[in-house]
């Protein structure tokens, strides 16, 4: 059994507190752009919502107790010098509360009920407990003394305005302890025979036994992969309305959402140690798979949007998950994955290409992931060389599956489409010095200061020796001292957080740093996965980073931040301790 520990510390302004499984976590952080000076219980039911807000109180004065904040995977703590607060998880819906010298107010978030928004508050006389019952989240949050004392309550079944809550204190010197469930309906009054310090135990257990599964290759030379294992760990949810599978959110955040390709770096990242749950990730998308083929632009519990989609880069990511998983894809999945991924693949044949055209198009910088790359400035609809690049290994991979699924035939014809694409990329939008963009309506070409332009370099063995190089020298222009800016510093486009204008990001990280390695320069991939694996020791996590300064951007808590640094890092591992072992990206 996997020793406990407490597990790596984190500021919870920017990493919330959550369990693996659970919907919701206790972060100040309540929106984009929006942080409360009081932590709060954060729901991604139905969106991202704060539902309760905590405050710490002196016990003598009943005022307000300034506290900070420490955070451990298994423990979030508010610390005073008169006393302390303790709150752990219990299960996935349930939190621990233990308080010595404090007392702590547990107000609606929302000071107003309307019809259609707040929290109602009462006291069910069926078992004592105090209950908030959400329009937003549609869930009820039951507070349950377990002991102490319930000192003040207000707005009980009150309507309008006005403070919703209660004040929980212990006698002078003494302990309170509380639970607070998230469920839907009703459920038996809680009861448990656990005491804190146990409750605290088990989520110690069970953390360090998803990090030794995920990265029981972590050294001293690998600092972030713990804390990192915990960003995956914690922004994992169970299966809850259109969430079909157990599903890492892009954050506990703001972006609780799984998006059609940010799902492919966290699978490739569990793969080895958690195969079933890796394979999840990547099956999620096409769970909800429309009758085009197209897989949808996002999935959160209560919403699915098809109005865009994301770039075709499944198919390089199954062949290196295929490599990284333990044992080998059964055949029954490997024939339902193959049929998926067909119908992915016919959809940006047909429904993406022009009649008559050799390469598909996208139909707004969303589609390709890089939503305001500068690629995008002259037209929207446009046919780029990143996407015949994905399209073409996807490709490439089709023909793997059928040719091991006895579909000769078939392996033939994806082998003989890929080829095609491959060379209509380069007859058609390689200049000899650059990759350029075509608008799929007008005609037009034209080239752009975005890294965007250089990503064909993902086709690895099958480019051209020439074409590799060229392409290698131009991503070492937008190697900073942090990693690879996605605009040229030196354009006038470049924004420090300018998203898909300058700011470095994992994605692009991972897939250039396997092309690089697939095509040869494994002295600039070196070089690419050193960076961005200091940047994520020094900065954390963060949806994307200045690319001159390093400092985290947008999202702090970003899963596939997470997974990339855990897959450079193994490799980086495997590299260091096996030479001869060649690791890349794909294991």
């Known amino acids: 059994m996997t020793a406990a520990r407490p597990g790596p510390a984190f500021s919870i302004h920017d990493i919330p507190f959550s369990m693996h499984g659970s ?9 984009e752009r929006t942080r409360a000076e009081d932590l709060h219980l954060v729901s991604h039911q139905n969106g991202m919502h704060a539902v309760l807000r905590f405050v710490p109180l002196d016990t003598m004065t009943g005022d307000r107790a300034e506290t900070r904040v420490e955070t451990r995977p298994s423990l979030l703590a508010w610390v005073h010098d008169g006393g302390r607060i303790g709150l752990a998880y219990a299960s996935p819906d349930t939190v621990r509360l233990r308080g010595e010298g404090l007392g702590l107010r547990i107000t609606a978030a929302a000071e107003t009920l309307t019809p259609f928004t707040g929290a109602y508050f009462y006291r069910d006389p069926v078992d004592g407990a105090h209950v908030f019952t959400s329009y937003e989240t549609g869930r009820r949050y039951r507070i349950t003394v377990l002991s102490g004392a319930v000192a003040e309550v207000s707005g009980s079944q009150a309507l309008g305005g006005g403070d919703r809550g209660l004040t929980i204190t212990a006698d002078v010197g003494g302990v309170w302890e509380a639970a607070i469930e998230e469920l839907d309906s009703a459920r038996r009054p809680y009861a448990s025979s656990e005491t804190f310090g146990q409750v605290v135990a088990a989520v110690e257990h069970a953390f360090a036994a998803f990090a ?19 960003v995956l760990w914690s922004a994992t949810v169970r299966p809850a309305a259109l969430v079909t599978r157990p599903a890492v ?59 865009f989609v994301k770039p075709p880069i499944h198919g390089w990511a199954l062949a290196h998950l295929r490599r990284r998983f333990p044992d080998p894809i059964g055949r029954t999945e490997l024939t339902d994955t193959y049929r998926r991924l067909r119908r992915w693949t016919d959809f940006w044949l047909t429904a993406r290409r022009v009649p008559g055209a050799a390469l598909p198009h996208y139909q707004h910088g969303n589609d390709s992931g890089w939503d305001n ?5 002259p037209e929207r609809v446009v046919v780029t060389a ?3 690049a994905f399209l073409a290994l996807q490709l490439h ?32 939008l390689w200049t000899g010095e650059r990759f350029v963009a075509r608008g799929a309506d007008s005609g037009d070409t034209w080239s752009s200061s975005s890294l965007l332009d250089l990503m064909p370099i993902a086709l690895g063995e099958h480019l051209p020796e020439n074409v590799a190089a060229v392409l290698a020298a131009r991503i070492e222009t937008h190697l900073t001292p942090y990693g690879l800016a996605t605009e040229l510093p030196t354009s006038p486009h ?7 204008r300058g700011p470095i990001w994992a994605p692009a990280t991972v897939l250039i740093e396997d092309g690089l390695r697939r095509a040869g320069h494994h002295r600039l991939a070196d070089e690419i996965s050193a960076r961005f694996r200091a940047l994520c020791e020094t900065h954390g996590f963060a949806e994307n980073f200045d690319a001159l300064t390093g400092t985290g951007l947008r999202d702090r808590a970003y899963t596939w931040t997470a997974s990339s640094y855990l897959l450079l890092a193994e490799a980086h591992e495997l590299r260091r301790t096996a030479p001869a072992s060649a690791a890349h990206t794909g294991g």
């Open 23 to 31: 919907w919701f976590g206790i972060s100040p952080v309540l929106a």
């Open 212 to 230: 030794d599964t995920v990265a029981p290759w972590r050294s001293s030379g690998t600092p972030a992969a713990e804390l990192a294992a915990y």
């Open 249 to 307: 959110l892009m954050s506990k955040h703001w972006m609780d959402k799984v998006w059609s390709w940010d799902h492919c770096f966290n699978a490739l990242a569990l793969a080895p140690g958690a195969p079933a749950l890796a394979w999840d990730q990547f099956s999620l998308p096409f769970d909800h798979q429309d009758e085009s083929g197209a897989l949808p632009d996002s999935v959160t519990h209560s919403e699915v949007l098809h109005n």
């Open 373 to 377: 790359a500068t690629t995008f400035d």
């Open 386 to 388: 990143d996407l015949a």
């Open 397 to 428: 991979e089709l023909a793997a599956l059928a040719m091991e699924l006895g579909l000769a035939d078939e392996a033939r014809s994806w082998t003989r489409t890929a080829e095609e694409t491959q060379a209509a990329v380069l007859d058609q």
């Open 494 to 500: 470049y924004r420090p957080d300018g998203y898909w």
